[in-house]
């Protein structure tokens, strides 16, 4: 009998960095499987979306289960967004063999965004479920906005870890039709969906509604107007307004400014039964005010003259807790990957309580001693595999050397993106923001011609130098990730969907 040594030398080290990586659970049979041939569909405004799924069901028999679906609307439109999330659950029964479900989803008449996930369950001797992944829906005003591309993605049977056990693998059964009832499931699903969908339709117009008359009440108070004016006279044009009403005449509010040079300005606050609370602003002119008054300041003085001689300070960030009070947060770093930060608190007009702290990543120290092993483990593996097992063929390792393939940037951020939204539904919020960051700057550094690893100072010195469009929208999402990343802000479902948003409209 004839081995390739070298064929088996690979798969003996693929082997072996894929039990170090993904455990050793491994499942050698599927009952059912699930398939989508794209993870994004995109339908004009006024089209009926219908997404179809294929089933292949290897029990020899028909399973019955609960088929839970659970959809998140967006509309990000005219600067106002909502988020609305629906869940529900029904009976569904997937055929014997190979089989096809469709779902209707509706239509809507302006643009918006469906976030589906699928969960079916069911009990065949054990407890077995099956969760696809969040597929997108888009609706959108022209078909040049119509992107559908095949993506297949496709999901089976998980059983619980305590009742795990091998199932007789058996050979793949014909095609056998149930037309009556498939087709009265699969009506049904469309009249499910399409009442879900109508429902938060609804609900979606009662927020808008809310919105206005929320807008409406900001609009007509003396105050919000006075302050506004300011900001006019002092230059500044109206640039984006975000709108959080928990009622007609309350709720939270930020209106941002901005001046043809760049300069950004901020009015926020909130109203509670038509009576204005906390209603602060924000200008270029304060910061720089503030910066030269923590320059004069001793102390700060001190630091940068003992303690940070070797580092360099990025971009500072004010966190505005009421008009006469704002947190300072200086944040340098090093060559050698340390960091420090200088806060202090600027109150009536006066530097107080500077201090100095340095910037650690608990989570990379504890994890450090793991990251040792396995790269040990892979070292000592590649080391073993060459000596022993590798055959080269000269023609292969030319033809691997010479290759250069061309880096697919758009597709690697939108997946960073969807890898962040994992990241935040498993409680990893921060390292979900990081992400986002990283997959912006992975996109623009390529689209931009520098094709390496880029800070969001540098890349927003770059956009400005390029007088690349979408530079407000990288500033305000490279901003709110800093802010996380620097544990200087607590992340929120809402705000991470909405820096979501964000890097969905500039990766491209």
């Not at 990957?337 to 990379?364: C, F, H, P, Q, R």
């Not at 690697?412 to 939204?421: C, G, L, P, R, T």
Request: proline content about 3%; glycine content about 6%; hydrophobic content about 30%.
């Amino acid at each position: 009998m004839n081995i390739n040594c070298g064929l088996l030398g690979r798969l003996i080290f693929a082997l072996a960095l894929s039990l170090m990586f993904t455990g050793t659970n491994i499942v050698f049979a599927e009952d059912i499987v699930f398939s989508l041939n794209q993870t994004e569909y995109y339908f004009l405004i006024g089209q009926d979306a219908i997404i179809e799924m294929d089933e292949n069901n290897t029990y020899g028999k028909r399973i019955k289960g609960q088929l839970t679906y659970t959809i998140t609307q967006e509309i990000n439109q005219g600067g106002f967004y909502s988020s609305k999330v629906h869940s529900q659950s029904k009976s569904f029964v997937v055929e014997n063999g190979y089989s096809k479900a469709n779902f209707a989803f509706g239509t809507s008449d302006q643009p918006t965004t469906l976030r589906v996930k699928l969960e079916f369950n069911y009990n065949e001797k054990v407890p077995v479920t099956i969760e696809l992944d969040e597929f997108l829906i888009y609706f959108v005003e022209n078909q040049n906005q119509q992107k559908n591309e095949e993506d297949p993605m496709q999901s089976s049977s998980e059983k619980s870890e305590q009742q795990s056990q091998e199932q007789p693998q058996q050979e793949p059964q014909e095609p056998q039709q149930h037309p009556a009832s498939s087709k009265i499931q699969n009506n049904q699903m469309n009249q499910d969906t399409k009442a879900l969908k109508q429902q938060m339709d609804k609900q979606v117009q009662e927020q808008k509604q809310m919105e206005e008359e929320f807008k409406k009440n900001l609009e007509n108070n003396s105050e919000l107007q006075e302050k506004h004016q300011e900001m006019m006279d002092k230059g500044y044009t109206p640039e984006e307004t975000s709108l959080d009403p928990s009622a007609n005449d309350s709720g939270k509010f930020e209106f941002n400014y901005s001046k043809p040079g760049g300069e950004k300005a901020s009015l926020k606050g909130e109203m509670k039964n038509g009576t204005m609370e906390n209603l602060r602003s924000l200008t270029e002119e304060d910061k720089q005010e503030m910066m030269q008054k923590l320059g004069e300041n001793k102390e700060f003085q001190k630091f940068n003259e003992e303690q940070l001689k070797r580092f360099n300070n990025t971009q500072p960030q004010f966190n505005q807790l009421t008009q006469n009070h704002t947190e300072i947060t200086i944040p340098y770093n090093n060559s050698e990957g340390k960091s420090m930060n200088i806060t202090a608190e600027y109150i009536d007009g006066e530097i107080e309580k500077v201090s100095l702290s340095e910037k650690k990543d608990e989570e990379s120290s504890n994890n450090l001693w793991w990251v040792l092993l396995i790269l040990l483990a892979c070292i000592v593996g590649w080391v073993i595999y060459n000596k022993y097992f590798r055959v080269v063929n000269p023609q292969t390792e030319i033809a691997e050397i010479n290759l250069n393939k061309p880096v697919d940037y758009k597709k690697e951020a939108k997946k960073m993106i969807v890898e962040a939204e994992k990241l935040f539904g498993d409680k990893k919020e921060k390292d979900a923001y990081e992400k986002v960051s990283r997959g912006v700057r992975f996109y623009f550094s390529y689209k931009l011609g520098t094709k390496k690893e880029i800070t969001n100072t540098d890349l927003l010195k770059l956009m400005r130098k390029k007088k690349n469009g979408k530079y407000l929208d990288v500033q305000k999402c490279l901003g709110m990730c800093s802010l996380v990343e620097f544990a200087k802000y607590k992340p929120n479902r809402k705000d991470f969907d909405k820096i979501v948003g964000i890097a969905r409209k500039v990766v491209v």
